[in-house]
């Protein structure tokens, strides 16, 4: 090996190390207690209200929905539609137009689903602890995320947890567009009962529905 080929070799093995060590152990301690805490779980269920935000352009819009997770599937309801994942396929049902979209389950995708926001930070993100909080007289500790990706749509993602239980709270995603969306965590139930048709669509169930296959 030349000189030049191993000088290069210490500076990519300096490099890793200083990039590993960029993550902050106080905040990837209380993210894995965090991160276990929801996946001993066989599925969880939660009411939730989401703001979307966008200073710039002056919107702002409130929503509220509920949703069952387990592992990566999930069912959400929320404003007149449903969204249902096994982890393979994804449905889409628009209640007033009485039509369902199918496309693939994108577990690649920038955008983050339901069932990611408990491991996301495992794999492409950096996270650091920020500060602890006292909100409704809770103790929250909050930790941002930031991905490695340039090129991802979201700028950072800032996580409330409560030091009590490890639950999250709350949690703010910021992206390039200008979007800022809010999410906070209400009713939380642990192992709610799911069944083979909690994380699949029936047609059945929607007479008449329009089918639009994007796969």
Same mark, same amino acid.
């Given at each position: 090996m030349t000189t030049k080929s191993f000088s290069l070799l210490a500076l990519s093995a300096t490099l890793a190390l200083?990039?590993?060590?960029?993550?902050?152990?106080?905040?990837?301690?209380?993210?894995?207690?965090?991160? /276990?805490k929801? @996946?001993?779980?066989?599925?969880? +269920?939660?009411?939730f209200t989401q703001t979307l935000e966008n200073p710039s352009a002056k919107v702002k819009q409130n929503m509220s929905g509920d949703i069952v997770v387990s592992g990566k599937k999930f069912h959400l309801k929320m404003n007149g539609q449903e969204v249902i994942n096994d982890g393979k396929t994804t449905w889409t049902y628009l209640k007033n137009e009485n039509e369902v979209n199918i496309a693939d389950a994108d577990g690649d995708s920038q955008d983050m689903s339901p069932s990611q926001i408990y491991t996301m930070y495992k794999k492409?993100?950096?996270? /650091?602890?920020? @500060?602890?909080?006292?909100?409704? +007289?809770?103790?929250?500790?909050?930790i941002e995320l930031t991905p490695e990706d340039r090129t991802n749509e979201v700028i950072k993602v800032r996580l409330k947890v409560?030091?009590?239980?490890?639950?999250?709270k709350s949690w703010q995603m910021f992206k390039k567009n200008g979007n800022q969306y809010s999410f906070t965590i209400k009713n939380f139930k642990p192992n709610p009962p799911v069944t083979a048709t909690t994380f699949a669509f029936d047609k059945a169930d929607h007479k008449g529905v329009k089918v639009v296959d994007l796969r």
């Open positions: 200083s990039a590993a060590a960029q993550q902050d152990p106080k905040a990837g301690k209380i993210l894995d207690a965090m991160s /276990a929801y @996946q001993a779980l066989n599925a969880f +269920g939660a009411s492409g993100y950096k996270y /650091a602890y920020v @500060q602890q909080v006292q909100e409704g +007289g809770e103790a929250l500790d909050v409560r030091k009590k239980d490890q639950t999250v």
